[in-house]
């Protein structure tokens, strides 16, 4: 997979950068956040998708060689192990998603909605 290189300004420019079959699983993750959780900012930070709750990051994704990153949190990570079991992750916050395969759209609400809850509750402190 070769990705343009030249610096992006929005998330459509990095979108636009990656072949189509990686592009369009890559919007449908995006579409699944803004559904999700409309209020959450989208904007491009440390050179990927980026969205923000109340001020404070919450989720990111990037595109990747082999894969999908979706990056959440430590405890989303915890929270879903059991369910995480069939897709590679790690202890900080990193789910990764093979482009081949289909989006588990169900399980990543569930994610996207523990990690909103979990940064308005750390917003409260």
Same mark, same amino acid.
């Given at each position: ?26 919007? @449908? ?5 803004? %559904? #999700? ?6 904007? &491009?930070? +440390?050179?990927? *998708? ?30 879903? @192990? ?5 897709? %590679? #992750? ?6 990764? &998603?093979? +482009?081949?395969? *289909? ?23």
């Amino acid at each position: 997979m070769i990705m343009k290189t030249e610096k992006r300004k929005s998330v459509e420019d990095y979108l636009c950068s990656f072949p189509e079959k990686q592009r369009d699983l890559l919007n @449908q993750l995006r579409m699944l956040i803004k %559904k #999700t959780m409309p209020q959450m900012e989208e904007k &491009l930070s +440390w050179g990927a *998708p980026t969205y923000v709750l109340e001020g404070r990051y919450c989720l990111q994704f990037a595109g990747n060689q082999k894969h999908l990153g979706f990056y959440t949190s430590p405890a989303t990570i915890r929270q879903f @192990q059991t369910d995480l079991k069939p897709y %590679k #992750t790690n202890e900080k916050n990193t789910l990764q &998603l093979r +482009w081949d395969q *289909p989006l588990p759209e169900d399980l990543l609400i569930k994610m996207i909605q523990f990690r909103a809850e979990e940064v308005r509750r750390e917003s409260l402190k």
